[in-house]
């Protein structure tokens, strides 16, 4: 099969209409208003309507019946609107435990990216703070764990409502071997990709309306030529990450289900690796595009007032979730070149 990037008739009408649910019930005062954890059921419950949580899931289960092209589509117009909801958290963990309140969307589901520790708490679960399941690896197997979500975890940059979470408190059921975590978590990474590459696009036209409406010295601030070359590069940068997230979705369709990683003639179709570089890429991406939009914005970049310090900050914290972003591009490189090791 050959990968195409361009979106057929049914995505481009997938794509217009989450965009525009999303910017209509999810602008910035939304996110805002739902700090610091991050959550608003309202919204969660809106989603739901629209079948965005079980978009990729097969009709015979419930689910919409798309493809998982449709849930990066959608996840991106997520990012974009930086929706205080745990959606691409639950599309991931559905893949796992499609349990028919799950489906529903009436259950929210999260994935621990993390095996549980000896105690058997799960450290840090993105949505732990606000989901009735939580998939993981705990010991040699996966499983699947309802208990009361606490309604409150730590503080953090990206105003995510993470949370410690038990593997063993609660109806503990077993889903398969820990192996199993693995497309899991190469699903919560291409998701998490795609949602990045959203917010990164909206960051960049946040800022492109900025300059053109800011003026000094009688002119658009956008005239400068100094502005003008810190801003050329992005879209780049944003097409890029957008490529990956869609490569990796394409690759899971792929019917004979290679596994190719040759990094000489640069030809993948390992989706657990595909997925790894659009996380690595779109993070990088979010990070440089929000960096360089804030600072465009002057002193008023800082200030709580604008919207832009809410992208800036989520940029960040997203992708820290899962763990040091050096260590995600170790573990690529290991599975790109095989492992290095010293004498």
Not at 127 to 152: F, Q
Not at 216 to 245: C, E, N, T, W, Y
Request: glycine content about 10%; overall charge negative.
């Amino acid at each position: 099969m050959t990968f195409h990037l361009g979106f057929d008739d049914d995505q481009r009408a997938v794509a217009d209409l989450f965009r525009s649910f999303f910017d209509r019930e999810s602008p910035p005062a939304r996110a805002r208003s739902a700090e610091p954890l991050g959550f608003d059921r309202r919204l969660w419950d809106q989603a739901v309507a629209t079948g965005a949580t079980s978009i990729a899931v097969d009709a015979a289960e419930g689910g919409g019946g798309g493809t998982l092209a449709d849930a990066v589509i959608v996840a991106e117009a997520a990012g974009a609107a930086i929706a205080p909801i745990p959606l691409v958290d639950h599309l991931a963990a559905v893949t796992a435990f499609p349990a028919h309140d799950v489906v529903a969307g009436d259950a929210i589901a999260a994935v621990a990216l993390h095996p549980a520790a000896p105690d058997g708490t799960w450290h840090l679960v993105p949505a732990g703070a606000v989901a009735d399941v939580v998939i993981g690896v705990d010991g040699a197997d996966l499983v699947a764990v309802r208990s009361a979500p606490p309604g409150r975890g730590p503080r953090n940059h990206g105003s995510q409502p993470i949370a410690d979470r038990s593997a063993r408190s609660g109806e503990r059921i077993v889903l398969g071997p820990a192996a199993d975590i693995a497309p899991v978590v190469a699903t919560w990474k291409l998701l998490s990709a795609a949602a990045l590459v959203g917010l990164a696009d909206r960051a960049l036209t946040m800022a492109l309306a900025y300059v053109t409406e800011r003026r000094q010295f009688g002119v658009p601030v956008g005239s400068f030529q100094a502005v003008q070359h810190g801003l050329a590069d992005l879209p780049a940068l944003i097409d890029g990450g957008r490529m990956l997230a869609h490569k990796a979705a394409w690759a899971a369709s792929v019917a004979d289900g290679e596994r190719i990683v040759d990094p000489e003639a640069n030809e993948y179709t390992d989706v657990e690796v595909l997925s790894s570089m659009a996380f690595v890429f779109a993070g990088d991406a979010a990070a440089t595009v929000t960096d360089r939009s804030l600072h465009y914005h002057g002193g008023y970049g800082f200030a709580e007032e604008y919207d832009i310090q809410l992208y800036y900050r989520r940029a960040r914290g997203w992708r820290l979730v899962a763990g040091d972003p050096g260590g995600e591009c170790l573990a690529l490189a290991d599975r790109l070149f095989a492992p290095q090791r010293s004498a």
